[in-house]
């Protein structure tokens, strides 16, 4: 069974999935994190973030590898864990235009199906996971939530790094990353057809995942059934 968690940024995306592949037992693919690597490697560059030559450039050499032996994966950007570099503010700025650039979304989108090939039990989050790379998944989730609550949630996250945080600036960020994805030529943002929305504004992470994983087993009771 494939679980697609779609939504843009600050709705819980990453938190949900992998908390629900821990219920299930199932692999968890990030693929938000796959995204903030070639965004770090092109920072490394100092690559030009609105050159879409530069960045593809970047994109093809970056060796993006998880390890599904631990949890969650650990991932890896040409042989080095950069996991815990890829939520700081710049990566993500970063991969926010590296997420409109046809080519590489192209080269993403193919290593995210090999890896679903791979991996048959798998919950998978993006902005185009049920509508691209796994359109035919069993289970299609949309999480959405206020900008406002999204920028609250990724301040908290980033003071707990201890970042400084001008909330305002973020909400403006997060409004215009989806202004971006909802309009880019290239698996936009949308509701995959057929796909649960859930509003994550008041809900807690707790329900959210209870809601996903209850609906899974139900799936997973009626396959055993027939």
């Not at 809900?203 to 809601?211: A, F, H, K």
């Given at each position: 069974m494939?679980?697609?968690?779609?939504?843009p940024?600050?709705?819980?995306?990453?938190?949900?999935?992998?908390?629900?592949?821990?219920?299930?037992?199932?692999?968890?693919?990030?693929?938000?994190?796959?995204y903030?690597?070639?965004?770090?490697?092109a920072?490394?560059?100092?690559a030009?973030?609105?050159?879409e030559?530069?960045?593809?450039?970047?994109?093809?050499?970056?060796?993006?590898?998880?390890d599904?032996?631990?949890?969650?994966?650990?991932?890896?950007?040409?042989?080095?864990?950069?996991?815990?570099?890829?939520?700081?503010?710049?990566?993500?700025?970063?991969a926010?235009?590296v997420?409109?650039?046809?080519?590489?979304?192209?080269?993403?989108?193919?290593?995210?199906?090999?890896?679903?090939?791979?991996?048959?039990n798998?919950?998978?989050?993006?902005?185009?996971?049920?509508?691209?790379?796994f359109?035919?998944?069993?289970?299609?989730?949309?999480l959405?939530?206020?900008p406002?609550?999204?920028a609250?949630?990724?301040?908290?996250q980033?003071?707990?790094?201890?970042?400084?945080?001008?909330?305002a600036?973020?909400?403006?960020?997060?409004?215009?990353?989806?202004?971006?994805?909802?309009?880019r030529a290239?698996?936009?943002?949308?509701?995959?057809?057929?796909?649960?929305?859930?509003?994550?504004?008041d809900?807690?992470?707790?329900?959210?995942?209870?809601?996903i994983?209850?609906?899974?087993?139900?799936?997973?009771?009626?396959?055993?059934?027939?």
């Open positions: 494939v679980i697609t968690i779609d939504g940024a600050g709705t819980g995306k990453s938190t949900v999935a992998q908390k629900v592949a821990e219920e299930l037992a199932f692999d968890f693919l990030d693929t938000g994190a796959m903030r690597a070639i965004g770090l490697a920072l490394r560059r100092h030009n973030l609105e050159d030559r530069e960045l593809t450039y970047v994109a093809r050499l970056a060796r993006i590898a998880f599904f032996s631990v949890r969650p994966p650990a991932i890896t950007l040409n042989g080095e864990p950069v996991g815990h570099l890829l939520r700081a503010g710049d990566a993500t700025r970063a926010s235009f997420a409109v650039v046809p080519a590489v979304r192209e080269l993403l989108v193919k290593q995210q199906q090999e890896i679903g090939a791979s991996r048959p798998l919950v998978t989050e993006g902005r185009d996971q049920g509508t691209v790379v359109p035919r998944a069993e289970l299609k989730f949309y959405d939530a206020t406002a609550e999204r609250r949630r990724r301040a908290n980033l003071r707990g790094r201890g970042e400084m945080v001008d909330i600036m973020l909400q403006k960020q997060i409004m215009d990353r989806d202004w971006r994805d909802a309009r290239v698996s936009p943002l949308m509701v995959p057809p057929g796909a649960e929305v859930i509003d994550t504004t809900m807690p992470l707790e329900g959210v995942v209870d809601c994983v209850g609906t899974a087993r139900q799936l997973q009771k009626g396959a055993v059934g027939t």
